[in-house]
């Protein structure tokens, strides 16, 4: 079976979040944290993972990441707050 998920990394500071989906969340996060893929994850320091869903289907995990980006800050605060009271970079151990 599949599994696809839907992630929001943060900068340390946590002034900036970044909203993605993947089928590999270890990797994917790796590549985030050491910054192997230029973008905005790299340029901001989005280098904590604070929240992640699973899905088991790719329609799923594209349609939340979409809804999820549609959101205004408050909500997506709310949303790590309610899983991450502390904002911990949950891929710490990794």
Request: glycine share 2%; aromatic share 14%; with cysteine.
């Amino acid at each position: 079976m599949n599994q696809y998920f839907v992630y929001i990394m943060s900068s340390p500071n946590k002034n900036s979040i970044y909203i993605g989906v993947t089928n590999d969340l270890q990797k994917r996060v790796i590549q985030h944290k050491s910054k192997t893929i230029n973008g905005f994850t790299s340029k901001y320091n989005c280098v904590h993972l604070v929240y992640f869903e699973s899905f088991n289907e790719i329609s799923k995990a594209i349609a939340r990441e979409k809804q999820l980006k549609k959101w205004n800050r408050k909500w997506k605060e709310e949303l790590i707050f309610t899983t991450n009271k502390d904002w911990l970079d949950l891929a710490e151990l990794w």
